[in-house]
Each structure stands twice: as structure tokens, then as C-alpha cells.
């Protein structure tokens, strides 16, 4: 017997920088009965997650699909699979989650360069060209939006600049897809990974991949199948094996390819989710879905000001899903969060390195960015803040946040 | 728009070697609200996985916890933080998931030997003990029940033979966990993992873990803390960083532990099901669990040799979850498996490697190691036998396997 009883989180509103509440009909979703990994309906579930992400990423590739695992295992499925061990790489660090591709690419044994920005700004298109053109980098990585400074590098032109200099790129949009417009094709990149925790509205532990003919290429030239599944129909490449059997992206491709490869046995229940995120996202419209994060990003923004607060970053390249807000002096950060938790039921972020004890986080991200949800946080937040001694001037935030969300 | 429609996968009973169909309480409990990934609610629930798993791995580990990934990422996570590049390590192969373990060590540039057995067969103790001297192996690795040949390894005493080479040991007990005893402070090994989606009756996507003090030891000394979340209170290790970060179980252990040390995103809803494959498991009891898949398992094969089969394999060392039976000659094997599912919604299991083509896997697993479907799955498979022109004894095998399910 078990001494734990039934699950029954608490109904909280999460609006802080992911993961946020789920769509319900994601999660209804998931209760559907498991299939066989090769059956039929299967693997014609398969192919729908493939054509549903494509519009999504803004793609037409072919190798659009899922990642087994978080968002983050996207990251390195895709940085494993792309980069040899003494690649040169040029990596674009304006946060804490560049960092992150950093330590990876470190961890794979890549020749790492970085061009770096100050926390709260963006790398300059000039300095990008300089860096590549400097550091002759077999491939480039960028974050998209990095939730840890809640600033989003403009991607517009990247694929060129990469693409004229011989190198490949990657964009980890995880914090981006769903809710700011993703353009693989147009920016020209050629590997771009997600998760569903944030603007996609649903749970973390599937990240959805986009891979570009040429990044497959690369990838196929390190194919090494494993021994136990060797078929004569797949030719293993020429180039060094990839350092991960799990995160190894050409037996992970052959898997969704019509050659349906044994690999990992698919998260199914992760996949229904994934494929109802997708869904809930199209049927919106991707457009009518940017309008409205940039609606809630901004109603946040307004909110906050007018509470005489601080957003924290370059208004210009501000995510449109998550604001930082800086922790005036002499309130206590945590404090203020614990009473939005606990009297409210609201959840907002708390922030890393630099920034940590510095700035709150919040999140407006896929089934919450809607407009009752941002206006019940600030009305939340300015009682929090009063009962905490910081003066607010009654009412401002919400009523400033409701004109900028109406204000389009 | 999209053009796709509702989820509706069709009810069919999965009777293969795995995904089986998941405990619907497990499904049910995947539709709860998400919370925020360090909310004390979450990180509750997260305690109470490592507790309720500890008594299905036979252990009192304090790292008991999840790998956020298919039973292949707890595999891979497992190999690549207890092995560094040049370590030597023994593989006990007798399958194809013996055949995974080296090359996942391959990859990670251990040196890798094995000791091997035919399919069908197991690894002797005395050639174990042989190897082992004479390898020196630092880790000895060995899969617990292969599915491919449906044998399961003995390990009473595995843990003796390698603390007294000083080697640690691994155990994936993907197939058996939750199903055969798991029994790892018994038998002395030092990490076991699993997966949800066979005897745990969940679904795909999450892998359970346990790891020994001595095995912990290890991995933490391999310990490289992100640089953009360093932390006073927790100090780096002397030796080799590990190979990945998504798998580097230092890390995934700082946040399983009160440190809360930020790494990916724990996947809530797989999590939410493994807490309640657990419940469910315990609340049957251990012992009454392993009687059911043994029941099954007997079934099957009294079922399979009253219709005149052969099943394939060591009677002594059969998973009781999993049974090979043998094609006979002249049947198209294919052909019937087409039939079980077309006409009567039943999965049954082809085959790897040298048994492809020449043997049927039935799984009885989890939710469906049950009388009813055992009988089902032998009255189905009768049917379709005699159709594809192979004469059996009508009735014989559903009787034959009402019978020895009981008994007991």
C-alpha cells in the first residue's frame, strides 16, 4: 500500500517565464489509449506532427518532428547530431541560456567562440558578421528569445550571413514558438528546436525540431546504425559517429522516415500532446497568436510602469511573452512572490545569474496570455506590493494594462 | 486551420514485447493542472516519486528518482555519468539490448568487452565471474530481462562478484521492472533503470533511476555545475566532466535533491504518470504483481504449446512477461500478425536480428498481464493460425492457458 493519495495540484495560475498552465484540451488529449510504436495509426500520427510543426516553424522541411525529452534535450539532439568534436563553433550569448549552448558545445569537445551582449541587450547584426567572418565557424548558435533576460535577438538575415560563410546555424526557439512568429525558411536556418511548456501551451517533455536538407546532410554523413537493427536498405556515412546513440538525429530521422527504424520506443501520450498543442495553435492562427502574446506583452508592460515599476531590458527587442520587472529598493523579492503564491494562487519568476534577487519574471505564454489573466496578475501584484510597503497608485496597473491590451 | 482531426486511436489490445496499453488511472492522473517546476507542491510530488520508487527497485537509495526521457535516456544517462572516455567495462550480452549497451559505451569511448550468450540463452556465473577477472572491468553493465530473446539475466549475487573487483554495476530493467522482482540492494548492484511503458503500465517517456551511494560517489566527482548557475553550496568535482548535459546525473540528482539546483524543466505530466504507475503497482503489492506476470507468463506458453507451437528460448531463464514463439514452417509470419490486428485489434510482436522473421514476441505486461486477455490474444491467434492454413487443436490453447494461469 501507498501512503500517498490521489493527485490534486492546487488550481494556481502560473505566470511566470514557463512552464505555464497547459491548454485543457491538451491535456485531455493525452488520456487516449496507447497505440504500438509501428502500428498504422501510429505512425500516421507521426506524420501529422510532422506536417502540423512545419507551418509552425515557418518551414517547409521535410525533417520536422519530435525530440523525445525536454526542451533542452532538443538542444542537444540538435548541437550533438550537428557538431563533430573540434568543429568550430560561434556561439551568440546575450543570456544565461547562450551559456547554456556554450557548455554544451564544451561538453561535445567543439572549439566554442562566442559573441557576447550585456544581459538586457541583443548581439548587433555588425557584430555577428564580424564574429563569422573572424572565427570561420562550421556552425552557428543562437537563442531566440532567452527568457533569462526576456530579450529576443533578431533573426531576420542570419541564414545569409551563415549561409555565405560556408557555416550552418541553430536557433533554440523554446522560448519563442507559439508565441513570437518563427520563420525558419525566411531567416534561412537551418535547425531550430522548441518545447511545448511555454507558448505552445503544453506540458514539458517533447521538443519539436526542425532540421534543413543541408543540416541532414551533415547529419546523414555521421550515420552509424547500431548494430543490432543493421538493414541494407541504410548506409551508415562516411563522417565521425555522433557522440550520443539517444540524441543521434540520423537514426532518430530514420525512425520518422517511411524506413521507421527502430530507435527509442516513442512517447506516445507526449505525442498526442504534442500533436494537440499544434492544433489548438493552427486553429487559432499564427498570426491572430502573435497579435495576442504582443498584446499581453505589452498590457504587462504598461501594468508595470504604471505601478511605478521598471521593466528591466531594451524595449526594442523585449520578448513579447515574458517582462522583467525590476524589485524596487527595499522590497524583498521573495517576499512579494510568496504572497502572490499563497493569497493569490499566482505564479511569477524569479530570475538567474546577474539578475537573480535583481528582477521578477512574468509570463503571459499560450493559454495564458488572455487578457483576464494579465489583468488579475497586475490587480494581484499592486495588493502585494502595498501590503509589502511599496505605494502604488491604486488601480493604475490594471487600468493601464487594459488600454495597451486593447490598444493593437 | 488543420486539417486533422480529433485524436481517436483505435481500442486495440497490445500484446507485444511493449508499449502495452497504460492503466487508465495512469492516463486519468496525466490530465491534472501543471505547476510551476520549484512551487513546494512540485516539488513534493517530486519527493514522493523517489519514495514510491524505492520500493520497486528493491532499494533504499536516496537517488531514486526520474530521467526525463524514454527508458533509452535512462539507459544512456546511466553509461555516460558513470563511465569516462577510456574506462574499461564488461557488457553481459545475450540480445540486442546487450548489443545497445556497448554501443552506447562505444560512443561515449569506454573500452568496451563482453562476455557473451547465445540468443536464447543467458550469461553463466562462472563465465561473469571469469570475465570480470579478467577485464578489471571499473563498470559492469548488463540488461536484467532482454525482450528481443525474451531471457532474463540472474542477478543474485552480480553485486558480490563486482564489489570484489572493485567494479560498479548497472542494471536496465526496462522489461522486467514492475512486473519480474527488482531487487537492487539484494543483489548488490549499483544503478538499475527502467521504463513506464511494460510492466509499469504507463506510457513512454519517462525513466525511472536508482543509484547507489558508491555509484553517486562517482558521478558526483565527475560534477561540472553550469556556468550560469553556479552556486556557493555546491563545489565541482575533480574528475572528468561528463560527456553531456542533459544526461549528467550530478546535475539531474542537485535538482532532485533540497539543492533545487535548476537544469531542464521536469517533464510534470510524465512525471504525474510515473507517481501513479507506482501507486497503482503498490497498492497491488509487489509479490501479488510478479505472481499475476507469472501466471501470464506460464499461460502463454502452455497456450502456445497446446496449439502445437514451439516456444523459443530456456524455459529456466524466461521473462515471465514476454514469450518468443517460434513460426512454423510454411507460415507466413507477417501475414498472421496482420490478421490479429485487422480482425480482432490485437498487437502482437515481430522480432530483431537473427530471430526476425522466424518468431512471434506476446507480451503479457502491466495492465494487460490479465486472464481475460491472455485468453483472448490464444483464442485470436487459434483463429487466424488455422485460417493462414496452419491446423491446431481447436480450443487446446485457451484451455491449456486457463489452466496453468491457475496454477499457481
Not at 238 to 244: D, M, P, Q, S, V
Request: hydrophobic share 45%; glycine share 12%; net charge neutral.
Amino acid at each position: 500500500m501507498t501512503r500517498f493519495g490521489d493527485l490534486d495540484p492546487p488550481q494556481r495560475l502560473l505566470m511566470g517565464p514557463g512552464p505555464v498552465n497547459a491548454h485543457p484540451r491538451v491535456l485531455r488529449a493525452m488520456s487516449a489509449d496507447l497505440l504500438g510504436q509501428f502500428d498504422p495509426e501510429m505512425t500516421a500520427y507521426m506524420n501529422e506532427v510532422m506536417a502540423l510543426y512545419r507551418p509552425i516553424f515557418g518551414t517547409e522541411n521535410r525533417w520536422t518532428f519530435l525530440v523525445n525529452g525536454t526542451a533542452r534535450a532538443g538542444i542537444e539532439a540538435a548541437l550533438v547530431s550537428l557538431v563533430a568534436p573540434g568543429d568550430r563553433v560561434l556561439v551568440l550569448d546575450f543570456g544565461r541560456f547562450g551559456a547554456l549552448l556554450k557548455e554544451i558545445l564544451e561538453r561535445i569537445g567543439a572549439e566554442v567562440s562566442s559573441v557576447d551582449a550585456p544581459w538586457g541587450e541583443v548581439v548587433p547584426r555588425e557584430a555577428v558578421e564580424a564574429a563569422v567572418a573572424r572565427v570561420r565557424p562550421k556552425v552557428v548558435a543562437t537563442v531566440h528569445g532567452d527568457t533569462s533576460t526576456t530579450m529576443a535577438q533578431p533573426l531576420e538575415g542570419l541564414g545569409r550571413i551563415c549561409q555565405e560563410a560556408g557555416a550552418l546555424s541553430y536557433v533554440d526557439a523554446t522560448a519563442t514558438i507559439g508565441g513570437m512568429e518563427i520563420a525558419a525558411d525566411r531567416w534561412g536556418v537551418d535547425v531550430v528546436t522548441g518545447g511545448l511548456q511555454k507558448c505552445l501551451g503544453g506540458p514539458s517533455g517533447s521538443a519539436p525540431i526542425t532540421v534543413s536538407e543541408a543540416a541532414a546532410a551533415r547529419i546523414f554523413s555521421r550515420r552509424h546504425v547500431e548494430k543490432g537493427i543493421r538493414r541494407d536498405d541504410i548506409q551508415d556515412g562516411t563522417g565521425l559517429r555522433i557522440g550520443a546513440n539517444y540524441f543521434d538525429l540520423a537514426m532518430v530521422m530514420d525512425y520518422w522516415s517511411e524506413k521507421r527504424l527502430n530507435h527509442h520506443t516513442e512517447a506516445t501520450t507526449m505525442l498526442y500532446g504534442a500533436r494537440e498543442c499544434a492544433r489548438v495553435v493552427l486553429e487559432e492562427g499564427l498570426a491572430a497568436r502573435a497579435a495576442r502574446h504582443a498584446a499581453a506583452g505589452r498590457a504587462v508592460t504598461a501594468g508595470a510602469r504604471a505601478l511605478g515599476l521598471t521593466v528591466f531590458g531594451d524595449d526594442r527587442y523585449r520578448m513579447s511573452n515574458v517582462t522583467a520587472i525590476v524589485i524596487p529598493e527595499g522590497v524583498d523579492g521573495e517576499a512579494v512572490r510568496r504572497r502572490m503564491r499563497e493569497d493569490f494562487e499566482i505564479e511569477i519568476g524569479t530570475a538567474f545569474g546577474p539578475l537573480a534577487g535583481r528582477v521578477w519574471r512574468i509570463g503571459a505564454m499560450g493559454y495564458n496570455a488572455r487578457k483576464h489573466k494579465v489583468l488579475i496578475t497586475l490587480g494581484a501584484l499592486e495588493a502585494v506590493l502595498r501590503a509589502e510597503g511599496f505605494g502604488t497608485p491604486a488601480g493604475a496597473g490594471v487600468e493601464a494594462a487594459l488600454a495597451a491590451w486593447n490598444d493593437g
